[in-house]
């Protein structure tokens, strides 16, 4: 057909299987010419020359280079960059602006698992499941009630930090709960948060009130360390901070320092840096549940930003407005 768009893979090739399984490549085919077997990591690659010069849309993902005045100057008729991953923030440019390209990131999708993975430990937090499996381990015996006094989810005060897409997902997800959530967002007002469900409070109320802490910000250089030492010193004594979010948001030594004390307790995805040291203690603290950066996307999960990425493109092709369009604006204030 000769109104199909001409479209090129750019991104590490190891997750190209995973973003487009055979059933979901299938479907790519049926909207765009694009060849499986090419995927570009290097825009300046001379041998790609005449293939970057006919392409009109590049489908991205992780391991894609930056689209800077160079590789913008190799597409001549690129019109559009479809991301199957989560921030643009690396990979698009201000020559991306200054072209006038349709720029859309499946951080909606990418949203889905690390809310998930964020609901589960709120709710084993509540329940002081991480403390409760070390002491199990230790006196093999269950606990009595004066012990588990003061653990339970019925009511507790849950705070998370960002209206970003993964805090608004994992609110959605604490809606059937009987939780009591309660919102820091700058650019979210009182009746924003009373729509999500939250009772607004500023960011040192909400950690000096809430137990359990979830942080959802985007890395921002306002919001580098938001989390220092006078702030991590608010959170009450016992209570759990969960990031899922970006290491850099926290005081990386404020926080160990705090973990170290045994003060409060930690479920971490992200750190700063990543990974930590092999001389970390967080790796042996009891208080510390760290994971290798999987709250997002990955194993099967990576087909549904695949899809997403799909669905875009259908939408460009049957000239319908882009579903999750990012705009030079929004990255002044999201990931």
């Known amino acids: 057909m000769a109104d199909r768009l001409t479209a090129l893979f750019a991104m ?3 997750h190209l299987p995973g973003l487009f399984p055979p059933d979901v490549l299938s479907r790519l085919r049926t909207v765009v010419d694009v060849d499986p077997a090419l995927v570009v990591q290097n825009f300046g690659d001379p041998a790609l020359a005449a293939v970057l010069a006919d392409t009109e849309v590049l489908l991205t993902g992780w391991g894609c280079p930056p689209l800077d005045s160079a590789a913008l100057a190799a597409a001549p008729r690129l019109r559009a960059v479809i991301h199957a991953a989560g921030s643009v923030r690396g990979l698009v440019t201000d020559d991306c602006w200054q072209r006038g390209l349709l720029v ?7 949203a889905v698992p690390v809310a998930e993975y964020t609901l ?47 805090g608004r997902r994992v609110l959605e997800l604490l809606r059937p709960m009987d939780l ?11 009746e924003a948060a009373a729509r999500l469900g939250a009772e607004p409070l500023p960011l040192d109320d909400l950690l000096s009130s809430c137990g359990i802490v979830s942080l959802h910000a985007p890395d921002l250089p306002a919001t580098r360390h938001m989390l220092d030492r006078r702030r991590l010193a608010l959170i009450p004594d016992g209570g759990v901070l969960i990031n899922t979010s970006r290491g850099g948001l926290i005081d990386q030594k404020a926080l160990t320092d705090e973990l170290v004390s045994g003060r409060i307790s930690a479920i971490l995805d992200v750190t700063e840096p990543e990974p930590l040291p092999p001389s970390s203690p ?12 999987i709250a997002g996307s990955l194993g099967n999960e990576l087909e549904r930003l695949g899809r997403t990425a799909v669905e875009e493109l259908e939408r460009l092709c049957g000239g319908l407005p882009l579903a999750h369009q990012v705009n030079r604006a929004d990255l002044t204030r999201v990931a």
Do not use: M, Q
């Open 12 to 14: 590490d090739p190891r």
């Open 104 to 110: 859309s990131s499946a951080a909606e999708a990418n």
């Open 120 to 166: 589960a430990a709120i709710l084993l937090a509540g329940k002081d499941a991480f403390g409760r499996r070390e002491r199990y381990r230790a006196d093999h015996r269950h606990p009595g009630p004066a012990e588990v006094a003061g653990i339970g989810n019925l009511g507790r005060r849950v705070g998370i930090i960002g209206a970003s897409r993964v």
């Open 180 to 190: 009591s959530p309660v919102l820091f967002d700058p650019w979210a007002d009182d």
């Open 282 to 293: 967080l790796y042996r603290l009891p208080n510390v549940f760290l994971t290798p950066h």
